[in-house]
Nanobody, 124 residues
Framework: QVQLVESGGRLVQAGGSLRLSCAAS????????VAWFRQAPGKEREFVGA????????YYADSMKGRFTISRDNAKNTVYLQMNSLKPEDTAVYYC?????????????????WGQGTQVTVSS
């Protein structure tokens, strides 16, 4: 089992950058694929991107490609979401989620473990 805690969310101006962190407990974090999702006010939660256990492969939603980058440091039990060129429409609560194994999925129900979320607000 793994517990996830997101951090790094804050108010930022449009065009700015932000790096979110997802810190995990447990000694087997390197066996979990991790994804980021986000939920804007009044909208359903959507997939942002995901990373394999070793970090060798990533996958992003089309609207995030080129602006968002996911990486991980298994020695620190942490996954990162680097967000550049932020837009007001990126305002949302950002969640990290984990599942055992290499398979990446864009579906929420594929992930067993979730953090509590961190708020990102992008002002225009």
């Amino acid at each position: 089992q793994v517990q996830l805690v997101e951090s790094g969310g804050r108010l930022v101006q449009a065009g700015g950058s932000l790096r979110l962190s997802c810190a995990a407990s447990g000694r087997t974090f390197s066996t979990y694929a991790v994804a980021w999702f986000r939920q804007a006010p009044g909208k359903e939660r959507e997939f942002v991107g995901a990373i394999t256990t070793s970090g060798s492969r990533t996958y992003y939603a089309d609207s995030m490609k080129g602006r968002f980058t996911i990486s991980r440091d298994n020695a620190k039990n942490t996954v990162y979401l680097q967000m550049n060129s932020l837009k007001p429409e990126d305002t949302a609560v950002y969640y990290c989620a984990a599942r055992v194994g290499q398979l990446l999925s864009t579906k929420e129900d594929a992930y067993n473990y979730w953090g509590q979320g961190t708020q990102v607000t992008v002002s225009s």
